[in-house]
């Protein structure tokens, strides 16, 4: 079910234009990781899908709900830390949103899913960074919204924080919430979304699933002298990206390719490769690789 569609919307900050011509999409279940550098628009981006920034021209539509006041009861949002009164306990805290929100809800359910339960009766002052956050995060799920929309949730945590925090992303996602989160880092997209659009100076590079995006290919190298090379790399099947550089053929394959089965369809074709090397594509370089000239 479509949860999010999203239409050449634009942004301009005076001449900025911070984003240009954005188009998304957002399904049932997902977990969508706006990825991108510092500047390249994240925030904006969310700002205008809560209704907070006002976009200059463009479409979005939450749900099957044309009127944004309406869709957005069902969207919880962490834009930034929410204040919590230090001197009363996580439940208590809870209870203060929760009456904000006109809700009344049992929150141990919630504090369970963010790895709170056991601190339920502990003071607001006594959490760890990392608490605060998954306390940030269990209040923007207060009133079981279907979507929910985190804005670079591990930023300015030590590495067990954000281990935590990501783990408690994990849990919420497999409860079955929709979940739009912004993130710099990559290998938090690749741990945490199932899908990913990634953003560089407010432009749409790339979007889907983590997996087809984010390094499921491997970087073949070969050589071999007095072959008709070029034919028989464009024989294998799914190849893309040939590149020939210093006598040495460089491509992409699907990461389920072996260099035996390689080998192997060159000698079927009677040569011998003298150079052939495998490389999983890091995500850096997957990154850098989908960032660069664009
Ligand atoms: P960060 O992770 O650093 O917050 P971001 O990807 O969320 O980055 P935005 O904060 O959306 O990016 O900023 C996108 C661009 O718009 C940047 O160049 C930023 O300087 C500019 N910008 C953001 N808000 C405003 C504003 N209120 N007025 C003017 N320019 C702005």
Redesign the pocket.
């Known amino acids: 079910m479509k949860v999010l569609e999203v239409q050449s919307l634009n942004k301009y900050?005076?001449s900025?234009h911070?984003?240009q011509d954005l188009n998304l999409h957002l399904e049932s279940g997902q977990v969508l990781g706006l990825l991108?550098?510092?500047?390249?628009?994240?925030?904006?981006?969310?700002?205008m899908l809560l209704g907070i920034t006002l976009p200059n021209s463009g479409f979005y539509q939450w749900f099957d709900e044309p009127e944004h006041h309406l869709a957005r009861l069902r969207i919880g949002a962490l834009l930034e830390t929410p204040n919590f009164y230090p001197y009363l306990n996580a439940d208590e805290n809870l209870a203060i949103i929760a009456q904000i929100k006109g809700v009344q809800e049992n929150f141990s359910p919630l504090l369970d899913l963010v790895g709170l339960g056991n601190r339920r009766s502990s003071k607001f002052s006594t959490f760890s960074l990392g608490m605060k956050q998954r306390l940030a995060i269990a209040s923007a799920m207060v009133g079981d919204p279907e979507v929910l929309i985190f804005?670079?949730p591990t930023n300015g945590l030590d590495p067990q924080g954000i281990a935590e925090v990501r783990n408690s992303i994990i849990q919420i996602a497999k409860s079955g919430k929709t979940i739009l989160m912004?993130s710099?880092m990559l290998d938090e997209v690749e741990k945490v979304c199932s899908h990913v659009a990634i953003?560089k100076q407010?432009q749409l590079l790339a979007q889907g699933p983590v997996g087809a995006l984010l390094g499921n290919q491997v970087l073949v190298e070969i050589s071999a002298s007095g072959v008709e090379m070029e034919s028989f790399i464009q024989s294998l099947p799914e190849v893309s990206n040939v590149e020939f550089e210093n006598g040495i053929y460089y491509f992409q394959m699907p990461e389920n390719w072996t260099g035996a089965e390689i080998n192997r369809l060159a000698m079927d074709k009677g040569f011998t490769l003298s150079h052939l090397q495998l490389k999983k594509r890091s995500l850096e370089s997957e990154f850098l690789a989908i960032t660069k000239d664009n």
Do not use: Q, V, W
């Open positions: 900050y005076g900025l911070a984003i991108g550098p510092n500047g390249s628009g994240k925030t904006t981006t969310l700002g804005d670079e912004a710099h953003l407010g």
